[in-house]
Nanobody, 115 residues
Framework: QVQLVESGGGLVQAGGSLRLSCAAS???????MGWFRQAPGKEREFVAG????????YYVNSVKGRFTISRDNAKNTVYLQMNSLKPEDTAVYYC?????????WGQGTQVTVSS
């Protein structure tokens, strides 16, 4: 069964940090993986992506310099280290292949940043 399980979200004050994890079933732990987020009342957006070796990472401008995506292929896991969090980072965070596959969306993990 195809499965993506995100974890690590929570409530944090502005300026704080969180580390998100995404455990993926082997079938979908593909070359390019990504993190996405959806804030209340907004469309889901791409946040960060990474290639198989981790040698190439890319980010949406709003998180550059604050977020770091990484992966552990032996564990089929992708991570998102989020530093200097801002209230506008509040959203449900999801991982998926990049580009995303509709059928692979998981439950996501809620990140709430208080001001």
């Amino acid at each position: 069964q195809v499965q993506l399980v995100e974890s690590g979200g929570g409530l944090v004050q502005a300026g704080g940090s969180l580390r998100l994890s995404c455990a993926a079933s082997g079938r979908i732990f593909s070359t390019y993986m990504g993190w996405f987020r959806q804030a209340p009342g907004k469309e889901r957006e791409f946040v960060a992506g990474i290639n198989w070796s981790g040698s190439s990472t890319y980010y949406v401008n709003s998180v550059k310099g604050r977020f770091t995506i990484s992966r552990d292929n032996a564990k089929n896991t992708v991570y998102l280290q989020m530093n200097s969090l801002k209230p506008e980072d509040t959203a449900v965070y999801y991982c998926n292949k990049d580009p995303a596959v509709i059928d692979y969306w998981g439950q996501g993990t809620q990140v709430t940043v208080s001001s």
